[in-house]
């Protein structure tokens, strides 16, 4: 039995396969193609020809990929969202869309209406929903959106109204309507968890041809009864009809697939994480086995939101970022020659000087033709090379909670650059299979369940409150596509809210669980 596993990265993709007992039988990396899904059918193509293995026996296919991500930055693909925002007259002082790029709406549609509903901050009702409103506004919205994003003042704390309007929607507008509410997709924060919902309506477009596409592309291989999978932003994998509700979920996945390869590989839970491409190295933290995930409101294209995402520092530094001296001084990056690096790298009989001709000048690494870069001084190899460590030390200071010296897992394509020895780092691993951990990680990952709420600790016994968010981050591991008896609870978060009198507290709960 086999498990292949995809992951498409800005410069490469990677397919891996695996067999029952998680040993890598074969790897291939391959550039990105411009049009994403291109890369991955031939990287999947030549990972089942070089092998040649019996594709009834590949039983589980995992994708990560960077195609939601992209649609948000270009701006292309993305659905007409009609935005239902459940709290008016209280909220009218800001507007759906505050502080967008204004590009961004209009690919949107910038619909929205403003109508009653949404709760107070202990429960109480603010105002009870309009449903003749609701329903007129989705009369006059016909033919003019895709999808629709229901966001309820407080839905956080309680979601009932949130649910009987998107009956309404599928009433009004038909039940194959996609239709995203905030309290499964945000946290605490009205206008965040609002920008969040708008996005996650705007990606069901892009993530339908997504799995669509590599469901097509299994199935021209021979793959034809294989559990299909996408690759979450925390580490762990969720089935197509999640993925489909559920798309923002695929944001920055790349990372986090690379930081749960790199746990595989070097055989530990709690580590630092350094994955270097060809034109960015990114750094994140191993806690127990899963990536750290940030606390911060995050900045996805240019739009402030706050759902999940995994505590991730990039710096412009990858095997591909060009050297410059200017005045003495030498800089790397933050440009990079990319995927062109097999032609323009002087190595390979180029005319630019990336960050791999200094690994390979100074003996850190057997890439190319060494005598096409033999020309380079000695004393500015050295000096660029002290530069690279310079920047990554800069950057595993910035991740680090306390003083003392981490241990680090180099991965990616483009770690070779890295020194051996970094300051602030008491051991440095590295792995053979390191260029492809993303895909190994994207492979060897189990199914999560999150489920976050505020709970009145005065009105709610504190046990029964983490009985019944557990229960609830199980339903959604279980719909995610994990097997109902391998669940188990990985992680509890509880954030008292100060300003509340009722000992209300924000309680978070993840769930992991091995694939069906």
């Given amino acids: 039995m086999y498990k292949i596993g995809i992951d498409v990265g800005g410069t490469n993709t990677d397919a891996v396969i695996l067999d029952e007992n998680q040993q890598l039988i074969h790897s291939v990396k391959m550039p ?50 009609g935005v239902l925002r459940l709290g008016y007259p209280a ?20 619909k929205y209406k403003l109508t009653g509903g949404g709760y107070e ?22 033919g003019e959106v895709e999808s629709v994003a229901v966001v309820g ?26 239709v995203s509410i905030s309290s499964s997709v945000g946290s605490v924060g009205l206008i965040e968890r609002e920008n969040a919902t708008i996005l996650n309506a705007a990606l069901f477009k892009v993530i339908a041809a997504t799995s669509d596409g590599f469901e097509k592309a299994l199935e021209q291989e021979g793959i034809a009864h294989a559990e299909i999978y996408l690759c979450q932003n925390d580490g762990t994998l969720m089935s197509l009809n999640y993925a489909r509700q559920f798309p923002i979920l695929t944001i920055a996945c790349g990372p986090t697939n690379s930081i749960r390869g790199a746990s595989y590989l070097a055989g530990l839970k709690d580590a630092m994480v350094l994955d270097v491409g060809g034109t960015t190295s990114d750094i994140g933290v ?46 790397i990056g933050p440009d990079s020659v ?24 100074l003996g850190r690494a057997e890439i190319g033709n060494p005598e096409l870069v033999a020309h380079i001084p000695t004393d500015f190899a050295e000096k660029a090379y002290k530069k690279i460590a310079e920047m990554t030390e800069d950057a595993i200071d910035k991740m680090k909670t306390s003083s003392g010296s981490v241990s680090l897992v180099l991965v990616g394509g483009g770690s070779v650059i890295i020194p051996d020895e970094i ?68 992680e509890v978060e509880e954030i008292p809210l100060a300003y509340h009198p009722g000992n209300a507290t924000r309680l978070r709960v993840k769930v992991v669980g091995n694939l069906v």
């Fill in 32 to 81: 990105t193609s411009e049009d994403i899904e291109t890369g991955i059918t031939e990287s999947l193509h030549r990972v089942l020809s070089e092998t040649g293995i019996d594709r009834s026996k590949v039983t589980h296919a995992m994708l990560g990929t960077t195609q939601c991500t992209n649609a948000i930055v270009e701006r292309k693909k993305l659905a007409k969202v």
């Fill in 121 to 142: 901050y202990d429960g109480q009702v603010l105002s009870e929903i309009n449903e003749a409103e609701i329903r007129e506004t989705l009369a006059s919205w016909k």
């Fill in 286 to 331: 191993l806690t127990d086995g899963f990536p750290r995930e940030s606390s911060l409101a995050v900045d996805v294209g240019g739009v402030r939101t706050n759902f999940r995402m995994p505590d991730i520092i990039s710096i412009g530094l990858g095997g591909g970022s060009i050297v410059r001296e200017k005045d003495g001084d030498i800089t």
């Fill in 338 to 361: 990319g995927y062109r690096i097999s032609e323009e790298a002087l190595v390979f009989g180029g005319k630019t000087m990336t960050t791999t001709d200094i690994a390979v000048r």
């Fill in 91 to 110: 909220t009218a002082s800001v507007l759906p869309y505050t502080a967008w790029p204004e590009d961004m709406v209009g690919f949107l549609s910038g």
């Fill in 423 to 490: 300051s602030g780092v008491a051991q440095i691993f590295r792995d053979k299979n390191g260029p492809v951990a993303n895909a190994i990680g994207a492979s060897i990952s189990q199914i999560s369940g999150q489920y976050e709420q505020i709970y009145i600790y005065s009105q709610i016994e504190r046990e029964e409150a983490l009985q019944d968010a557990e229960q609830k981050a199980r339903e959604q591991a279980t719909l995610a596509g994990a097997v109902t008896d391998s669940i188990e609870v990985v």
């Fill in 153 to 178: 003042v407080f839905s956080s704390l309680k979601n009932d109204q949130e649910l009987a309007v998107q009956k309404i929607i599928e009433e009004e507008l038909g039940a194959d309507i996609p």
